[in-house]
């Protein structure tokens, strides 16, 4: 069984210098979620080597989607990014970076400003691996999202599958994994 993994494709969002105010920081990850994509300059068609795509329902997951995948393709709120939320509601300004660093400790952490655990996260990976390799087809394609790759990527290793390494997953990239077993 392999298992392909896409992160969607470049968000065009400015990443603003300016300090931020929790409120603030909160809106540009709102206009992230919904911001124009820059495609690459070349697009990888994918269909041939995988049997079908499932891809996140957040618009730029499936904007990837429907770029690399000619075909019809599911979408699941499993394959969604972690979100992402200011720590605390205190008036003062951070720049956007420690706003990004702060609210993944946060969620490492599992702490209350954030949607989501990092032990539900894990589980929502879990869950969606359970799934693909108890469907019909073994070669799946997943468009997703980059904190949400490491996720995955994780489970992954842990399930005996081998594959590519990355840091910070390329966006438009694809990364293989296989389960020889």
Same mark, same amino acid.
């Given at each position: 069984?392999? $298992?392909?993994?896409?992160?969607?494709?470049?968000?065009?969002?400015?990443? #603003?210098?300016?300090?931020?105010?929790? @409120?603030? *920081?909160? @809106?540009?990850?709102?206009? &992230?979620?919904?911001?124009?994509?820059?495609?690459? =300059?070349?697009?990888?068609?994918?269909?041939? %080597?995988?049997? &079908?795509?499932?891809?996140?329902?957040? =618009?730029?997951?499936?904007?990837?989607?429907?770029?690399?995948?000619?075909?019809?393709? =599911?979408?699941?709120?499993?394959?969604?990014? $972690?979100?992402?939320?200011?720590? *605390?509601?205190?008036? $003062?300004?951070?720049?956007?970076y420690v706003w990004l660093i702060l609210?993944?400790?946060?969620? /490492? $952490?599992?702490?209350?400003?954030?949607? %989501?655990?990092?032990?539900?996260?894990?589980?929502?990976?879990?869950?969606?691996?359970?799934?693909? %390799?108890?469907?019909?087809?073994?070669?799946? !394609? !997943?468009? #997703?999202?980059?904190?949400?790759?490491?996720?995955?990527?994780?489970?992954?290793?842990?399930?005996? /599958?081998?594959?590519? /390494?990355? *840091? #910070?997953?390329?966006?438009?990239?694809? &990364?293989? &994994?296989?389960?020889?077993?």
């Amino acid at each position: 069984m392999r $298992i392909g993994l896409i992160r969607h494709f470049k968000v065009v969002h400015p990443s #603003t210098g300016k300090w931020m105010t929790p @409120q603030q *920081f909160n @809106q540009w990850v709102e206009g &992230y979620n919904v911001g124009a994509l820059a495609p690459p =300059q070349e697009l990888p068609l994918l269909h041939a %080597e995988w049997s &079908y795509c499932l891809s996140s329902d957040l =618009q730029r997951a499936c904007e990837t989607a429907k770029a690399v995948w000619p075909q019809e393709f =599911q979408s699941t709120d499993q394959l969604r990014e $972690i979100e992402i939320a200011a720590v *605390f509601d205190w008036p $003062i300004k951070l720049p956007l970076y420690v706003w990004l660093i702060l609210g993944r400790i946060a969620w /490492y $952490i599992s702490h209350r400003s954030q949607a %989501e655990t990092r032990q539900e996260t894990a589980h929502r990976a879990n869950r969606l691996v359970d799934q693909i %390799e108890s469907g019909p087809r073994a070669d799946v !394609l !997943l468009v #997703t999202h980059g904190a949400f790759m490491k996720v995955l990527r994780k489970e992954l290793h842990r399930r005996g /599958y081998a594959g590519d /390494y990355f *840091f #910070t997953p390329a966006n438009g990239r694809l &990364y293989t &994994y296989e389960n020889k077993s």
